[in-house]
């Protein structure tokens, strides 16, 4: 169990924090928190227990962390076909790296409540204007109107009861059949279907159908919950603190407390302060916490971070996402890794290889390359392998539409081709397809066979 000591769910209110919404009338920002924490939570603690007993695995190389969605998921977007596309792209996903590592993937969205950003700026200039900046679908608008730009408070429910629909399809989809392996095929998105990367998914997805056949032949009943249930987590950045504090109940089980907006919760590069309200928030919460590490980190605040999230050192607590770019993860990894290794902590480490490879195209889009996602995250694999840690888990910015917001890939998307289908409102994310072609390459990367 977290220390809890002079920890309350509103003690983070005594510390600074960044990158909250403005909210102009207070009156009405506590009437939404107050009736927040009146409403049901989203996730159970139990659910929460399972995932980190997972992740802590993982930490060891017994199973492997897939973490991946929108950079933004929008009010507007939260229709079946898009989650029921999210899914699939990350159930194909997974059974690719399972197939070739092995071990059990832990599958975790950026959904059901990825509707808070963090920004560089607290306003932001367009057409020579300026505005207050988006920060998500639960502050304010992206439409670049002033009025839309202030944070409205009620935008916190209707992202509540987002995230509940949200994750009630997901619970549909994950135990109701739809991600049974027996429809390993029928996840192939119809516009991938006929790409390289469709036609290789299609061989394995014919193995495992085979594999499943046989077992049948000779007896063995593949109608189990393993095969006809998929485990499904959801998670977002912990940024909003007023809104988690809201959905942070005790457990009748345990006595702990458990933020029940998500799963896992996540601090983002900007707000992991030693002495900042995120981090006083998230010591006391008992879900399992990942935290990004840019390339600005100090090895030292990091390793008191982890002391103060973690005093027990409790596997599957911590997942430390690396996010350093192509080219850095050299200059900032071993130092890191070494130092954490000495300290004894236990920590999953994945990497995100998206965030520190963002760049603005000649077309004026904010995009990404294929290649550089790819060199960091084979970066990460080889500096883990020879260092002897353990590189246990990816984390992406994707989607399961075929959008045109990242370079590169097998189709060679580029830089004049991001306008036909660039519907990101924050940052480019890899389309079914590239994504389906990352985890091929991560398949080659860690295959046991
Ligand atoms: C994100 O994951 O969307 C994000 C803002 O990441 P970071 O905190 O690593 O910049
Ligand atoms: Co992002």
Redesign the pocket.
Known sequence: MTDQKNWTKSSWNQYTALQQPNWPDQEKYNAVIEELSTLPPLVFAGEIRDLKAMLAKASKGEAFLLQGGD??EEFSRCTAPNIRESLKVLLQMAVILTYAGNKPVVKVG?IAG?YA??RSSDTEIIDGVELPSYRGDMANSIEPELESRIPDPRRLLKGYNMSAATLNLLRAFTRGGFSSLHRVHAWNQEFVKQSPMGRSYERLATQISHALKFMETIGISTDMPQLKQAQFFTSH?ALFLGYEEALTREDSVDGGWYDCSAHML??????RQLDGAHIEFLRGVNNPLGM???PKHNIDEILSIVDRLNPDNEPGRITL?T?FGDGEVEKHLPGLLRAVKKSGHHILWSC?P???NTFKADSGHKTRDFEKILSELRCFFEIHWSEGTIPGGV?F?LTGNDVTECIGGARHLTDDQLGQRYLTT??PRLNAEQSLEMAFQIADMIRTS
């Not at 996540?266 to 707000?271: A, K, N, S």
């Open positions: 950079c933004s950026r990825q950003k963090p950045e996540w601090i983002g590069d900007r707000t990004k590490v840019g996402i996010r995100d998206m965030h520190a984390h910015e924050c940052d």
